[in-house]
């Protein structure tokens, strides 16, 4: 069984950076899975923000991150990393993690099947 535990949300400011940490249980170096990173804002419907290969190096982001997030692993520590640059106060969001059996189908909620119990993330302007 997969079990995420999301990590390191707070409260900073507009251009400030952040780290989001994801420890990932039940998955081997092998394993064929993706994961990916998801938030909700308040009164909004959950989004995509990026998602990687978990056995692969394939990265995919929303168009909203690109050029300002970076999703990237450490196999080692079975760790899959957040880190957010020039935070935006629309950035605001409970960050969740996810992980499903790999399908390419990054963007998709319904392709990952263990969730992470979220973790906040608040930018004032």
């Known amino acids: 069984q997969v079990q995420l535990v999301e990590s390191g949300g707070g409260l900073v400011q507009a251009g400030d950076s952040l780290r989001l940490s994801c420890a990932v249980s039940?998955?081997?170096?092998?394993?064929?899975?993706?994961v990916g990173w998801f938030r909700q804002a308040p009164g909004k419907e959950r989004e995509f923000v990026t998602a990687?290969?978990?056995?692969?190096?394939?990265?995919f982001y929303a168009d909203s991150v690109k050029g300002r997030f970076t999703i990237f692993r450490n196999n080692a520590k079975n760790t899959v990393y957040l880190q957010m640059n020039s935070l935006k106060s629309e950035d605001t969001a409970v960050y969740y993690c996810a992980a499903g059996a790999y399908s390419g189908n990054y963007a998709w909620a319904g392709a990952y099947t263990s969730w992470g119990q979220g973790t906040q993330v608040t930018v004032s302007s």
């Open positions: 039940g998955l081997s170096v092998i394993s064929n899975y993706q």
């Open positions: 990687i290969r978990w056995n692969g190096i394939i990265t």
